[in-house]
Every structure is written in structure tokens, then in C-alpha cells.
Nanobody, 125 residues
Framework: QVQLVESGGGLVQAGGSLRLSCAGS????????MGWFRQAPGKEREFVAT????????YYAEFVKGRFTISRDNAKNMVYLQLDSLKPEDTAVYYC??????????????????WGQGTQVTVSS
């Protein structure tokens, strides 16, 4: 079964950090663009960050630039999202996704083919 599984979410105080992990299984994703998205209660899912197949190219939503870092380890079939300087408005379920038709960065939600189940991040003030 091909799947993505996120982990690493939790409760953290404002200003704190978390590292989210996304483990791929059932196939390798080393030639695919990967992305992180989030969805807060009552809001639509939104783009957070994307990374190219090699990890050489990354792109972030404006609201996370300088605070979050996306990375990948293709040997382990893993993608990561380092969250620093967290704010209460970062509270959301964070999802990992793969675009199996693209090598390069992808920011459009509709382009992604495979999604994880999400991991909750809660930032207290």
C-alpha cells in the first residue's frame, strides 16, 4: 500500500519549535515533488512549502518564510518540515503530499496526488 505518514506534531508554546516528519512507504518518492500544507479549523487547506525531487529547490508561502524549513532525505524516503518561531496562528493540521507527476516544486493543491493523514500542531500563546 502506497502511503505517506506524518508525525512530530504536538502542543508547543509561542516561539517554540517542532519538527514534522513524513515517511513514505509502498514506493519511493525520490523523483517527485513533495509539499506540506495545513488546514486550520473552519479554513481551507493552504500551501506551506514545497521541495523539488533533489532538494535543491524549495519554495515557501509568504507567511512562513524565514521560520519554516522543508528538507528531504531520499535515501530514507522522508520529508521534513522544521517549524521555528511558532505563532498561535500556525495552529492547524499539517499534511504531507506527493506530486507523482512532477520533479520540480509544486504549489497548487490540486496537483498533488497522494496525501498523508495529517498531524496536529497546536501553538499556545
Amino acid at each position: 500500500q502506497v502511503q505517506l505518514v506524518e508525525s512530530g506534531g504536538g502542543l508547543v508554546q509561542a516561539g517554540g519549535s517542532l519538527r514534522l516528519s513524513c515517511a513514505g512507504s509502498g514506493r519511493t518518492f525520490d523523483t517527485n515533488a513533495m509539499g506540506w500544507f495545513r488546514q486550520a479549523p473552519g479554513k481551507e487547506r493552504e500551501f506551506v512549502a514545497t521541495i523539488s525531487w533533489s532538494g535543491a529547490v524549495t519554495y515557501y508561502a509568504e507567511f512562513v518564510k524565514g521560520r519554516f524549513t522543508i528538507s528531504r532525505d531520499n535515501a530514507k524516503n522522508m520529508v521534513y518540515l522544521q517549524l521555528d518561531s511558532l505563532k498561535p496562528e500556525d495552529t492547524a493540521v499539517y499534511y504531507c503530499a506527493a506530486d507523482i507527476h512532477s520533479w520540480e516544486i509544486v504549489t497548487t493543491i490540486a496537483e498533488y496526488d497522494l496525501w498523508g493523514q495529517g498531524t496536529q500542531v497546536t501553538v499556545s500563546s
